[in-house]
């Protein structure tokens, strides 16, 4: 033992001596800043679980179907109503099978395959019509920010889309464009464009708001003076000074706008203005299981699961990124 | 001190910056603030111009304007033979290189989110087309010359000192070799050793470089050390400007002996003997400033005149510029000492 602490200690000091080199290095061939982001993003418990669930789920939903090939749209009524597996430790009656392991619904439609299926549509369409969102919002935001004289005019239709019910203004939207869309992209495709794209355009306005007001504030920041003392021009005064300046607030209306995105695909599949019916989503799945809660709590609670999960998921990730991407936080 | 064969590299003519003030229900303009009211002055090749007054007179602000950071309200500046005053801004940017500019806050004039590389190596990506690694090599260049080291070019802007900070604002402005540099009070958010190492470097790189400063500060005692000539503003507009040396043995303007009089006298026997002049009341506001002088609200000398007819800036001596009226009938007679005797009265 006596003569293994030294050896130990010696070991524990060569991993601390090796990033010595690291620095000295960087003055001739500089280090990759994204090993620096990911470095301190790794600190973040949070986010590391974050960001493990959300390869997990995603993996889950993509690679998913080709491991488990059910179909889920297969009626089997002499299997309905399967209870999951893990009820045959309360109640040693109750119907189970090693073929649905999640249960089946009150069509015999196997619930994993469906979750699986429900959540390639669900995650697609949160993080398009998030990405969507946040491109809207930051845009509209950083132009009535910059540019005073846009700013009255790109506020005030803020303000005015603002004001506007969204429900029924999506609700109407896929009354009139439903059809046209069905028959240009087929019916898939056409109520995906339609939902992320109504999403999307009915979400972007905090984001404006957020970002205008900080855009605001920083225009006055002495280092955008400075920039413009060098001569910077408008475009690259943004892309250079101001975006990365705004990047927190962007950040968190995007983890949010993805939960949103998900739940208001929900709202409008449970309204039927959503994917047509045999096409599940997680937000249908749930909605669909609402009546028989009580009897079946497993169908309303995996789909809840997923969608809970990958959100927290998300704002975990968020939050660890926003920290990551501050040098200050860094301690660069 | 005053070389004749010098030329001007600055030279501005009647600046005015009015920034307009909306008020009521409708915003509608109500009136303006006078930062700066008709200021004219000339900065020879090579030399300093020291930009003193105290804050609020609008030093920043001319200095800014003089760069045209801002669109002014009239007046002439040319930079180095060419006139920039009515140029727009896209057609400045060329102009750039020629001047630059250190900043207050060496804190908030760095982005947070930059390297030091990054934002030494701003200027160069805009108006240069080296390569990375000729570009890499010119910062490692800059920070050597305002003494940084290289080995802290990825780091950002917070793990610095003040001191540091400044460093880094000097070498970005060193970055395109400019002739003018309009230097901010960069020493005002320092410590007083710091203040010193960042007044000797300025110093040097204006030896080594042969740069061209209009130093803005309020502190009167390093103005004295770095300038070769000061300007005095009071109230948007420039009361005195004259050669350092002239300027503290032998201030003109009632405003630069108050001034002068409020700097702290180290020796205390001295210090016990000299008179302070305490000026009564305070600056009058820039949006509404009093008829006739600016001054004649505070001045101890003042007169009739002062109250109505508001005095002209005009050479009184060589090379000694001053708006008084205490200097404007008695020019063409007796020089400066009857209005050294009218000074003397009204004490």
Redesign the interface.
């Known amino acids: 033992m006596t003569d293994r602490a030294p050896q130990s200690s010696a070991d524990n000091l060569l991993p601390a001596g090796d990033p010595v080199p690291l620095?000295?290095a960087?003055?001739e061939k500089?280090?990759n800043?994204w090993l620096d982001v990911w470095d301190q993003f790794k600190t973040h418990k949070g986010a590391v679980f974050g960001l493990g669930f959300l390869i997990f789920i995603t993996l889950f939903v993509t690679i998913g179907p080709w491991l488990w090939q059910v179909d889920p749209g297969k009626l089997d009524i002499r299997n309905k109503d399967v209870r999951p597996l893990y009820m045959a430790l309360f109640d040693s009656d109750a119907k189970v099978s090693w073929a649905n392991p999640m249960g089946t619904d009150n069509l015999g439609r196997d619930i994993m395959a469906n979750i699986m299926q429900g959540g390639r549509i669900s995650l697609a369409v949160g993080w398009t019509a998030m990405i969507l969102a946040v491109f809207l919002g930051t845009l509209i935001g950083v132009l009535a920010g910059y540019f005073r004289r846009l700013d009255g005019l790109l506020m005030r239709f803020t303000d005015l889309v603002l004001s506007l019910p969204l429900l029924p203004l999506l609700l109407v939207m896929m009354l009139l464009f439903r059809d046209p869309l069905r028959a240009a992209f087929g019916p898939e495709n056409g109520i995906f464009i339609l939902i992320v794209v109504g999403i999307g355009i009915t979400s972007w306005m905090q984001t404006a708001r957020i970002v205008r007001g900080d855009v605001m504030a920083l225009k006055e920041?002495?280092?955008v003076?400075?920039?413009?003392?060098?001569?910077?021009?408008p475009r690259?005064m943004i892309t250079?000074?101001i975006l990365?300046?705004v990047?927190s607030p962007i950040m968190v209306s995007a983890t949010l706008g993805l939960a949103t995105a998900i739940i208001t695909e929900s709202a409008l599949s449970f309204l039927g203005l959503g994917f047509p019916s045999d096409f599940p989503t997680w937000g249908k799945i749930l909605f669909d299981s609402v009546d028989r809660m009580t009897a079946f709590p497993e169908r309303v609670l995996w789909p809840g699961l997923a969608i809970s999960l990958t959100v927290l998921a998300v704002n975990y990730i968020g939050d660890g990124l926003r920290d990551a991407l501050?040098?200050?936080i860094r301690g660069? | 001190m005053l070389d004749a064969t010098k030329k001007p590299l600055v030279s501005v003519k009647d600046l005015k910056m009015h920034f307009p003030i909306y008020a009521g229900l409708l915003r509608r303009r109500v009136g303006e603030v006078k930062a700066v009211d008709g200021v004219s002055f000339d900065v020879f090749e090579g030399e300093t111009l020291g930009l003193v007054g105290e804050s609020g007179c609008g030093k920043s602000t001319c200095g800014?304007a003089v760069?045209r950071?801002y669109d002014i309200t009239s007046g002439a500046i040319s930079i180095d033979g060419r006139e920039i005053g009515a140029t727009p801004q896209?057609a400045?940017?060329?102009m750039?290189?020629t001047?630059?500019?250190v900043?207050?806050?060496p804190q908030?004039?760095?982005?947070?989110?930059?390297?030091v590389?990054n934002i030494i190596k701003?200027?160069l990506d805009?108006?240069t087309k080296l390569s990375d690694a000729e570009k890499r090599e010119k910062v490692g260049e800059l920070m050597d010359a305002v003494g940084l080291n290289?080995?802290f070019?990825?780091?950002?802007p917070?793990?610095f000192s003040g001191g540091q900070r400044q460093r880094i604002?000097i070498a970005?402005a060193l970055a395109?070799n400019p002739k003018f540099i309009v230097c901010d009070e960069p020493i005002a958010a320092l410590d007083v050793s710091i203040q010193a190492q960042v007044v000797n470097l300025l110093e040097d790189l204006q030896e080594q470089f042969g740069l061209t400063y209009l130093f803005i500060s309020h502190d009167l005692s390093m103005v004295r050390h770095i300038a070769t000539r000061v300007a005095v503003m009071y109230l948007g507009k420039i009361v005195e400007l004259a050669p350092r040396d002239g300027l503290y043995a032998d201030p003109l303007h009632p405003y630069t002996k108050a001034l002068l009089s409020a700097v702290p006298e180290p020796d205390p026997s001295l210090a016990r003997s000299t008179q302070r002049i305490i000026l009564k009341g305070d600056v009058p506001s820039p949006s509404n400033p009093p008829e006739g002088c600016n001054f004649c609200t505070r001045c101890p000398s003042v007169m009739d005149i002062c109250k109505r007819v508001e005095p002209e800036y005009r050479e009184v001596h060589p090379g000694r510029f001053t708006a008084c009226h205490l200097y404007n009938d008695t020019i063409d007679t007796a020089g400066s000492t009857a209005g050294h005797e009218a000074e003397g009265h009204t004490q």
């Open positions: 620095p000295i960087a003055v500089p280090r800043q920041r002495e280092f003076l400075a920039a413009r003392s060098i001569g910077t021009p690259r250079r000074h990365p300046n990047l501050d040098p200050r660069l | 800014r760069l950071l896209t400045l940017r060329e750039r290189p001047m630059q500019m900043f207050q806050d908030a004039s760095l982005n947070p989110r930059m390297t590389e701003e200027p805009e108006h290289r080995k070019a990825k780091r950002y917070h793990a604002g970005r395109l």
